[in-house]
């Protein structure tokens, strides 16, 4: 299947800065990517789904100031939280899909486990 | 409206038994596709399979087989004779025109040796 990459794995920051992860189409031009947050033992839930060259669809109650999206070319996607706080800490993790990939499957990157102190 | 119910939260079984996880989705579109996926502790989602609305055929990969039944809107999914490296959180997933995965809450199957 289609190789998504997702960078870092896991991340540390303090409270008030701002971190910003990666997700990368490695064999695909994704034309969408998704963004996922979950949180302990519980389910995923859908952040926001961004189109290459496009400004980001946010899912109700995601602060899109809070988590800033860029989808600048068909093969990466970042995700920013800005201003981080402790209730931030999560696994955020994305998918992408698109001309290569089956556009009927969402491919998923490795994961990102954010800790905020 | 869209949704994906995985009922059962927690299953345990004893490793070299049979368990199946179910999956009970809704939604008004008649071009779907269903998938599951294994989260490991590690994290990481592992696609296990994806189905199309128009193929209601069983399909069987090693130890893993799903029953896909449009008349209940089911997609289960069976492991044969679990192993310890089969515990993990079990995610059915359904995608839509919209091209958007729902996901259900996760079945945590834990499989003692």
């Known amino acids: 299947g289609a190789v998504v990459s997702q960078h870092p794995s896991r991340v540390i920051c303090k409270s008030g800065t701002s971190v910003k992860i990666e997700c990368r189409s490695l064999d695909f031009q994704a034309t969408t990517m998704f963004w996922y947050r979950q949180f302990p033992k519980q389910s995923l839930m859908l952040m926001a789904t961004s189109n290459e060259g496009s400004k980001a669809t946010y899912e109700q109650g995601v602060e899109k100031d809070k988590f800033l999206i860029n989808h600048a070319s068909l093969t990466l996607s970042t995700l920013t939280v800005t201003s981080a706080h402790p209730e931030d800490s999560s696994f955020y993790i994305c998918?992408?899909?698109?001309?290569?990939?089956?556009?009927?499957?969402?491919?998923f990157g490795q994961g990102t486990r954010l800790t905020v102190v | 409206a869209q949704k994906v119910t995985q009922a059962q939260t927690e299953i345990s079984v004893v490793e070299k038994e049979d368990v199946t996880l179910d999956c009970v989705y809704e939604?008004?579109?008649?071009?779907?596709?269903l998938f599951w996926y294994k989260q490991p502790p590690s994290g990481e989602l592992v696609f296990l399979i994806r189905r199309n609305s128009f193929d209601e055929q069983n399909e069987i990969s090693g130890r893993y087989s799903w029953n896909f039944q449009k008349s209940t809107s089911s997609f289960n999914f069976t492991i044969t004779a679990s192993q310890v490296v089969d515990s993990a959180v079990y995610f059915c997933a359904l995608l839509t025109g919209a091209n958007n995965l729902f996901f259900g809450t996760g079945t945590r199957l834990t499989v003692i040796p």
């Open positions: 998918s992408a899909s698109g001309w290569g990939a089956m556009n009927t499957e969402a491919f």
């Open positions: 939604t008004r579109d008649t071009t779907y596709y």
